[in-house]
């Protein structure tokens, strides 16, 4: 069973372009979670996805940030005209069941370098 | 939301036992404890987690004290992959599902 995969690994981008960072759960799960670690600081949650829903963006920023989850596809966490400041490894996690007793598995993150 | 406190750094030889303390002294009686760690340029990785009962599983044990005012992830053999931040994380159900990440302890392996 693959585990939850992220694409891509690294990715670069000049400011005020838009970055698109795309996240395959573990087969199976149908929850998904974006965390972002900023360099030297801990990994902060963004948003909660079920297919088709955002359950939880109560740590997304407000402006320039989305994300979805299509019924077919994977998971996409999309930046707008993203700043210097949006430099930072985002994670995507995937579990089987919502709430306090689901593991989350966790991809190997995208590290995202705003020149 | 109840907070972790873990020590930012500890140290231990290769095979020998290791003891990663965390208190949450406001821990209401329905968080779970759970540990995740962090290898270097990796995502997360659950470890463990438990209620009230101490708990084993193949990678390591968590010791939970009577009070559930503190507990203890237990590495019985540390090996050099097993260097990386340890995260006690409390899951709340008033939380839904995210898992709120702390500094955890940065735990060094020495050969």
């Known amino acids: 069973n693959a585990g939850v995969m992220q694409n891509p690994r690294h990715l670069v981008r000049r400011r005020g372009q838009e970055a698109r960072l795309r996240c395959s759960p573990m087969?199976?799960?149908?929850?998904v979670y974006w965390y972002r670690q900023l360099p030297e600081e801990g990994l902060k949650f963004m948003v909660y996805?079920?297919?088709?829903?955002?359950?939880?963006e109560s740590g997304m920023p407000k402006e320039r940030f989305s994300a979805e989850f299509p019924k077919e596809g994977p998971s996409i966490l999309r930046i707008q005209q993203v700043v210097r400041g949006d430099s930072a490894a985002y994670f995507c996690?995937?579990?089987?069941?919502?709430?306090?007793?689901?593991?989350?598995?966790f991809g190997p993150g995208t590290r995202l370098l705003v020149l | 939301d109840a907070k972790t406190t873990q020590p930012n750094s500890m140290e231990s030889n290769e095979e020998e036992p290791v003891h990663l303390p965390c208190n949450h002294s406001?821990?209401?009686?329905?968080?779970?404890i759970h540990w995740y760690r962090q290898l270097p340029s990796q995502g997360p990785e659950y470890v463990i987690h438990g209620l009230t009962s101490n708990v084993n599983n193949r990678m390591a044990s968590l010791a939970i004290a009577e009070d559930r005012k503190s507990s203890t992830l237990i590495l019985h053999r540390a090996t050099l992959r097993d260097a990386a931040v340890y995260y006690c994380?409390?899951?709340?159900?008033?939380?839904?599902?995210?898992?709120?990440f702390g500094e955890g302890t940065q735990l060094t392996v020495n050969p």
């Open positions: 994380i409390l899951r709340l159900e008033t939380s839904g599902s995210r898992l709120t």
């Open positions: 406001t821990i209401s009686g329905t968080d779970y």
């Open positions: 087969k199976g799960h149908s929850h």
């Open positions: 996690a995937s579990s089987p069941t919502r709430g306090i007793f689901g593991t989350q598995y």
């Open positions: 996805l079920q297919k088709e829903n955002i359950i939880d």
